[in-house]
């Protein structure tokens, strides 16, 4: 080894940890400071104890906002995963049109979700929507529901939605993934008589895994924190049905209830963590087999 | 039989694909229907071709203003991640300071943390500083969330590159830090590519931050200059807001195509083996 002298290249971190810790770190923990406190954003705060945090798990606001949270989580992380590694086993072939197919599934991800919310509006909305229109052409209008007004079928549209809109990004990382599997490892499980699905359950999935392990996680955190689609989509109505955590963070905070709202930040931040921390420390266990 | 199953293959993408483009076809034809024909009298599917509904948005809406203001953020936030992301991956990839680290560790453990959580103080501290309703405020906010993920795209990407590379300038008395610059940082491109592929477009729809960063309707960035827009028709007048929504992807459309053949070998390199 080199001698290193002390020189400009042993402080090269320092800018961009300054900027992380200012803008991130320094509010991080002010804001544990001020879940204990009943600050409304302008007046002198007081310190209440654990108070926010009991107020919340009180609020059947709140409570609502974590089971849709948690529900819209629960159907979109899973399906997008599934959706992202169909697509991906599609076009991962020789075909023709492939570039084009696969800049085209991607499309939508690059679009504002807030935008996608309004597009979908515009199609959606009762008795208006576009779809209404095709169906009612077609003269089968008694198909169409009013899909927004309800708590069970806003959430279904909110979660498709979502779905069809980031099912390119999931199939990216998937493809990027299964085009790094060497083909020799089918060819020789071919051999040993094992059959399509045999190979796909032994051979694509064991090998699938950093690419499950990044879709798994960035979808999970992703979901849970979502917010564009909802206030476009739904507004998160009827009433405060399908709100969701951030959302309702957002209003709290513009509720003169700041205090607070740094506490619902922190009880998202363990509903993100726990999910997170689980589904790394199985896709770690897997990868050793 | 390997014919039929292929047939088949080709038929799912193609359904696929035109599942992805109705919504961007359906917001097409609206934005070129007289404001007269709210209900699709005739073929819907041909629409008036009024092109006027561009014209009344562009100058109703505030979405020039916001398109120059979402540009100015993402640029100075792209600027900002590149430098600082890859000169502290350099350092901590290739010297194994305590600090260096910690610093990494840090980071790494804060990439699971979304922006949202630390949005209400760091609010208060934005007022602090003056920065609210600023663009260059917002801009380091933005760099602020997606510096984790360059430092560790960058820290994978130099770890494959040889030592070798700096260690003849090194011997020639150039500094480490001079060769960073000289050497490694122009090697950078795959990475950098990756990088502004996948934090560009977030930054340039970020709204969930803008709503508290960027309150002054002058400040305002695309998403928030639509909602904005959107929301005082409340349901009515949907081919102008089908016109200014399209004025709106326009430009993210024209950059996705510009940069998608880096996107597919950017994450490749960058996301997946870093």
Sequence with gaps: MREKKIGLHTFMALPAFALFSVFFLYPLMKGIGMSLTDWDGIRQANFVGLNNFIAFFQDDRALNNIRTTLLFA???????????????????????GKGMARMIIYLPAIISPLIMGYI??????????????????????????????GYATSMLVLVLVNVWQYAGMTMVIYLAGLQAIPGELYEAAKMDGASSLGRFRFVTIPLLIPSIRINVVTNIIGSLSVF????????????????TLSIYIMRMCYGSKTGYSTAVAIIMFFIILVPVLISMRMTRAKAMD | MRRAASLFRYLCITLICILCLIPFLVLLILSLNTPKRVFYEGNIFIPDFYFYNYIEGWF???????????????????????????????????FNYRF???????????????????????????????AINTLWGMALVCATNALPQSVFVFHGFIR?????????????????FSSFWRIIFPLLKPSVSAIVILNGFGIWNNYSQAVFFLQDRRKHN???????????????????????????????????????KNLIKGLTDGALKG
């Design chain 1, 120 to 149: 979908w509006y515009l199609l959606l909305q009762p008795g208006r929507g576009f779809l209404y229109h095709v169906l009612d052409n077609m003269g089968k209008a008694s198909w169409f529901g009013n899909w927004t007004a």
């Design chain 2, 160 to 176: 494959s590159l040889p030592k070798e590379l700096e260690e003849s300038a090194i011997m020639d008395g150039c500094s480490w």
């Design chain 1, 74 to 96: 629960i159907g979109s992380a899973p399906l997008l995963n599934i959706v992202g590694l169909g697509y991906a086993l599609l076009m991962d072939s020789k075909i023709k």
């Design chain 1, 228 to 243: 564009d689609i909802v206030m476009s989509l739904t507004g998160g109505g009827p009433g405060y049905s399908t709100e």
């Design chain 2, 222 to 260: 695309v998403p928030q200059a639509l909602s904005v827009y959107f929301q005082q028709f409340a349901g009515a007048k949907w081919n102008l807001m089908a016109a200014t929504a399209v004025i709106a992807i326009v430009p993210v459309i024209l950059a996705f195509l510009l940069f998608q």
């Design chain 2, 60 to 94: 109703k809406s505030n979405i020039c203003t916001a398109m120059i203001n979402s540009a100015l953020i993402t640029i100075m936030a792209l600027c900002v991640i590149i430098l600082l992301g890859a000169m502290a991956a350099y350092t901590i990839a290739r």
């Design chain 2, 100 to 130: 260096n680290k910690l610093i990494f560790g840090i980071l790494i453990s804060c990439m699971m943390i979304p922006g949202i959580i630390n949005t209400v103080p760091l609010y208060t501290l934005m007022i602090d500083l003056k």
